[in-house]
């Protein structure tokens, strides 16, 4: 099949799935939008080995054509420490970090540009499944500063730790800096406990969630600081705003 067959396949089972019978647009972008909006609203559910496999084949090589970043290509900026502008999704590392929310099942909105929808469109309809999975055994929505851990599947990494950070409605708390930490921390611990020796972090809640950009770099700096007195485990910082880069730049010099 070549990459063209793979997206038509793949439109047309997801689309017959729905019960729908719309035309399947002709230019490639529009078939993109409308694959990713499709994959971002379906609900948990078996789908056959045929699927899986195209739909993996697919978004390995768009991956791949996005260009995948090595751990090993960047240079530290402390011993240990990196920081890295650049999109998460093509990362090589143990594990990624998703800034989830309390349904840990990913964002719904199609196509959206928060890190939630990202990480689930390129990790593949997999993700969604293993996260409904722990969140069904778990009976209750995934408490803030806590983390999960589950395949990368069609990422470059190998985990994707997700954890839900503090939601900001007006002034940062006290609690809000702790649970932020926490987040952090969980992530860190069970990064460790599943064998990882590297993890990269995404801006965690300073996005949807509110949480101003130079308060949570600190928090998040100080708290892997501490972290790693105790920890070889590297840590990469992801950013991706141009003021993200700036303000982390300054904390590590």
């Known amino acids: 099949m070549t990459q063209e067959q793979r997206r038509i396949y793949l439109l047309e089972k997801l689309l017959s799935e729905r019960g729908e019978r719309a035309e399947i647009p002709g230019d490639t ?142 002034a940062v708390s006290k609690k809000d800096e702790e649970l932020l930490a926490s987040c952090y921390r969980s992530c860190l611990e069970l990064a460790e406990m599943s064998g990882c020796r590297s993890i990269a972090f995404c801006c965690i809640s300073t996005g949807e969630f509110r949480f101003p950009r130079e308060l949570a770099a600190k928090i998040a700096v100080k708290t892997v600081e501490e972290y790693k007195k105790h920890s070889e485990i590297e840590v990469i910082f992801n950013v991706y705003k141009d003021e993200d880069l700036a303000v982390y730049k300054a904390l590590l010099g």
């Open 29 to 170: 972008a529009a078939q993109r939008r409308l694959l990713r909006s499709l994959m971002n609203v379906r609900l948990p559910s078996p789908v056959s080995d045929e699927f899986l496999a195209v739909q993996d084949e697919y978004l390995q090589y768009q991956t791949k054509m996005k260009g995948i970043t090595e751990l090993s290509a960047l240079s530290p900026v402390r011993d240990g420490v990196y920081l890295w502008q650049g999109d998460i999704t093509t990362l090589r590392c143990d594990a990624i970090v998703n800034a989830a929310n309390s349904q840990m099942l990913g964002c719904f909105y199609p196509c959206h540009s928060c890190i939630d929808n990202c990480i689930h469109t390129y990790a593949g309809i997999q993700l969604r499944l293993a996260c409904a999975k722990i969140m069904a055994a778990q009976k209750h929505g995934e408490p803030t500063g806590r983390a999960k851990i589950t395949p990368a599947f069609n990422l470059p990494s190998k985990y994707v730790i997700h954890t839900v950070g503090p939601i900001i409605y007006g």
